[in-house]
């Protein structure tokens, strides 16, 4: 089984340009994350799926950016008008929940998107 | 709010030696789950370890091996015999089990083995 993937693995825009960054999950996994890494930080929650459906974003997540998960699989995050500060490695993670209160499945990881915006 | 600090930034040792990496978290729920993830220069986030709140016993595996404490609330990470390739960032993390699972991470520990 593959692991998670994500591409573009760089990007370099200028700002104000709209960038889009894919991810494809673990087959089978039901539940997809994003997550901002910024330089000498930890990974930081952006918003996740449950199969198709967006169920939480993170108050990190302005109006400028976008994500879908159309079919329950792969998922796009769409940055529009990028800043500089939007300069980043953004994170995909994905797992499997079979929904038991309080059962936690590990979140496996991707290589991640590093944006620059110059 | 959940929190996880890992108070080393960064550490050195010399190969071979033992190193014990340090993670502390605060958080208000009875039942949670702690992660430890490696990330090498790649920048891919390598799963380590799992651990429920309700299972203190401390793993080992191979020459890792974690510490699990409720009464500090600590979950250090242990490498014995240390070797180049442990050189990487290491991550704790806290997850939110009975909200979204979303994972809390600390700003983590660079960690270089000098050969």
């Known amino acids: 089984d593959t692991g998670v993937s994500q591409n573009p693995r760089h990007k370099i825009t200028k700002r104000g340009q709209n960038v889009t960054f894919r991810c494809d999950p673990i087959?089978?996994?039901?539940?997809l994350y994003w997550y901002r890494q910024t330089l000498g930080q930890g990974p930081e929650f952006l918003t996740y799926?449950?199969?198709?459906?967006?169920?939480?974003k993170s108050r990190l997540l302005s109006d400028r950016f976008s994500a879908e998960r159309p079919k329950g699989s792969f998922s796009t995050l769409e940055i529009q008008r990028t800043e500089q500060g939007d300069s980043a490695m953004y994170l995909c993670?994905?797992?499997?929940?079979?929904?038991?209160?309080?059962?936690?499945?590990?979140?496996?990881f991707g290589p991640g998107t590093r944006l620059l915006v110059l | 709010a959940q929190k996880v600090t890992q108070a080393q930034t960064e550490i050195s040792v010399v190969e071979k030696e033992d190193v014990t990496l340090d993670c502390v978290y605060e958080?208000?729920?009875?039942?949670?789950?702690l992660f430890w993830y490696k990330q090498p220069p790649s920048g891919e986030l390598v799963f380590l370890i799992r651990?429920?709140?309700?299972?203190?016993q401390n793993e080992i595996s191979g020459r890792y091996s974690w510490n699990f404490q409720k009464s500090t609330s600590s979950f250090n990470f242990t490498i014995t015999a240390s070797q180049v390739v442990d050189s990487a960032v290491y991550f704790c993390a806290l997850s939110d089990v009975f909200g979204n699972e979303k994972l809390t991470f600390g700003t983590g520990t660079r960690l270089t083995i000098i050969p």
């Open positions: 799926f449950q199969n198709e459906a967006q169920l939480e």
């Open positions: 087959s089978e996994h039901n539940r």
């Open positions: 651990r429920n709140s309700f299972d203190e």
């Open positions: 993670a994905s797992s499997f929940t079979a929904g038991l209160a309080g059962i936690q499945e590990t979140q496996y």
């Open positions: 958080t208000r729920d009875t039942t949670y789950y």
